[in-house]
Structure formats: structure tokens, C-alpha cells
């Protein structure tokens, strides 16, 4: 499966986040992620445009917009599986520092897929082998990254399992015998067995009831904070972004508009547009 899809037209640009705007203790020559001038237009129409961001280890960047404002297009350009029209994409990875992941070959983009790297679909389906049991799901990622005994295998994926809170007795059984949180739960674990630095997430709440969600953000919270984990999370929903998400980016028409730390942006929101977002949400 080509991880790139090169059809459509596109375009970029580059929004710089100020270093007023970061946090002083980071270091900004340690990004974990550097997004630069990334952009991607389908014909005419943009998908994002002129996107750049840097992203640290151990934090957590969401991305906000309403719908078509480019957040999916721009998760899809960070994370391989869309083909922007330009820009650079740099990650450090371990052996060689920043690369940019856009240059590399496509088998070099799939071993990071599988190891350093995470995709949490909102729709589990996507991200689960639906006809494999609970537990060859996450030994699957094990095996994919040189794991071999099948007792360790085994035994990492109960206790992944476990910290996601599925009862380890359903090990065996297929995800179509899960609820939807549960199989939520488990594309989680299956993409955190292997210990990932960055993980791209895109509404991992999304079609979940309200008590499912909470659940969920506060499971999520606690891995991303346990493993140091950094992301990219997309989503519409403020709620998600306020607790799980460090910084911002608000994005409107495939730009953004708008970038801070969470509490500063969703509290105190300079740009039109964001005080709109912010304001529609504060009268639901
Ligand atoms: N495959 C495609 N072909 C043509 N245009 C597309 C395609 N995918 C997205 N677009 C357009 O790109 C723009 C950004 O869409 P995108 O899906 O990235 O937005 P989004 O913020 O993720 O929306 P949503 O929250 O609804 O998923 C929209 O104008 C959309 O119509």
C-alpha cells in the first residue's frame, strides 16, 4: 500500500509560531517534530496551506478548526500519508537527528510508521485488524518491531490490555466483539506497545458517548503522560484540547490563525475567528 497519495494539486505556506509564544524552558533546538512551510492543495482548492510548527518531546499539540478548515489534510501531510505540494517535514529520529520524513523512501517512512511513530484513527476500524483476537492485535506491533518469543509477546499484550483497562479474559477475543470504547481502547494499546515518541491522533473521542469520552481523555492523559509521549491531535472539540492538549494551533481555510498555549488561547482568544470557536462552544 503506497503510504503516499500524490493525486490532487495543492500548495503551502508557512505560519512561524513566535518564540514568544513557547514556553521559555524549551529548548528550540531539540524539536522532536519541525513542520516548515507545508502545504497541500487539492486542484484549485486548498487543504492547508503554508503550515510551520515545531513540536517538543513529552508535548502535546492540538489542532483546532471547524470542519474543512485543513486539520485532516495537514495530520495526513505530518504523517505520511498524504503528499504535500511543498514544505519540509523533520523529525529527529534516533540515528540520524532531524530527517526530513518527506525525502525518505517509503520503506524508511514505514518503519517509522511502526515503531517510533503512532496513528490513532477517530473510526478504530482503521486502525485495528478487525479479524485478529484483542491480543494479536498488539502483539502484531511487537512482532512488526523484531519481537519474536511468543511468551513476551503474550505477556506485553496482557499488560497492555490492562493499561487500557480491557479485562485480560477478552484477550482472544476479536474486536468486533468489543464495544466502541473498548476498541478505542485497544487501537490504543496496539499503537503504544511499541513505545512510540510521536503519535498522530485524529478525534481518537470522536463517535464516543459523553462517558466513553471521559474515560477515554483520562486514559489518554495518563499514557501521554506516563510514556512522555508527544502528539498531534486533531480535533473540533475544545473539551478534548483543553485537557489534553499544551499549545494550539487554530486553523481556518487551511491556515492558521491562530497558535498559544492552551489556556491562553481558549481563555483569552485574540483572533476573530477563535473567540467565534471559543464562544459557540460556551453556548451549547
Ligand atoms: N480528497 C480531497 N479532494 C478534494 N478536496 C479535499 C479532499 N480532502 C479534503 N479536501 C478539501 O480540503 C479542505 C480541508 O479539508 P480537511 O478534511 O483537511 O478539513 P478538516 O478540518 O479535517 O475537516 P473535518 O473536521 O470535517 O474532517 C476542505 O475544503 C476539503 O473540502
Redesign the pocket.
Known amino acids: 500500500m503506497a503510504l503516499l497519495d500524490a493525486s ?1 494539486g495543492d500548495i503551502f505556506r508557512e505560519e512561524e509560531v513566535h518564540a514568544s509564544s513557547l514556553p521559555k524552558y524549551l529548548d528550540p533546538d531539540s524539536s522532536l517534530l519541525s513542520v516548515r512551510s507545508v502545504t497541500k492543495r ?2 484549485a ?4 496551506d503554508d503550515i510551520s510548527f515545531d513540536l517538543w518531546p513529552g508535548e502535546v499539540l492540538g489542532v483546532v ?10 495530520l495526513g501531510c505530518l504523517s505520511g500519508q498524504l503528499l504535500p505540494d511543498a514544505g519540509e517535514v523533520l523529525f529527529d529520529t534516533r540515528d540520524h537527528g532531524l530527517v526530513d520524513t518527506l525525502r525518505m523512501s517509503e520503506s524508511q517512512r514505514r518503519h517509522l510508521a511502526r515503531t517510533d511513530w503512532a496513528f490513532v484513527h477517530q473510526n478504530p476500524r482503521d486502525g485495528l485488524r478487525m479479524g485478529v483476537s484483542a491480543g494479536g492485535n498488539v502483539g502484531e506491533r511487537m512482532m512488526a518491531t523484531g519481537a519474536r518469543h511468543y511468551g513476551r509477546i503474550r505477556e506485553a499484550a496482557s499488560d497492555w490490555l490492562r493499561r487500557v483497562e480491557i479485562d485480560v479474559t477478552r484477550i482472544d477475543d476479536r474486536p468486533r466483539q468489543f464495544s466502541g470504547g473498548m476498541q478505542q481502547r485497544l487501537q490504543i494499546a496496539r499503537n503504544l506497545v511499541s513505545g512510540p515518541r510521536l503519535a498522530f491522533m485524529d478525534e481518537p473521542t470522536g463517535g464516543l458517548d459523553v462517558s466513553v469520552q471521559a474515560r477515554l481523555l483520562d486514559l489518554l492523559r495518563g499514557l501521554v503522560r506516563d510514556m512522555g509521549l508527544s502528539a498531534v491531535l ?1 480535533t ?1 472539540d475544545l473539551a478534548v484540547v483543553r485537557l489534553l492538549a499544551d499549545r494550539l494551533i487554530v ?1 481556518k481555510d ?1 491556515r492558521v490563525v491562530e497558535t498559544g498555549l492552551t489556556d491562553q488561547v481558549l481563555d483569552d482568544p485574540q483572533h476573530g475567528y477563535t473567540q467565534l470557536l471559543v464562544s459557540s462552544v460556551l453556548q451549547v
Open positions: 490532487g487539492y486542484g482548492r486548498i487543504g492547508c478548526g471547524e470542519s474543512g478548515s485543513g486539520k485532516s489534510t495537514l486533531v473540533h486553523m487551511g
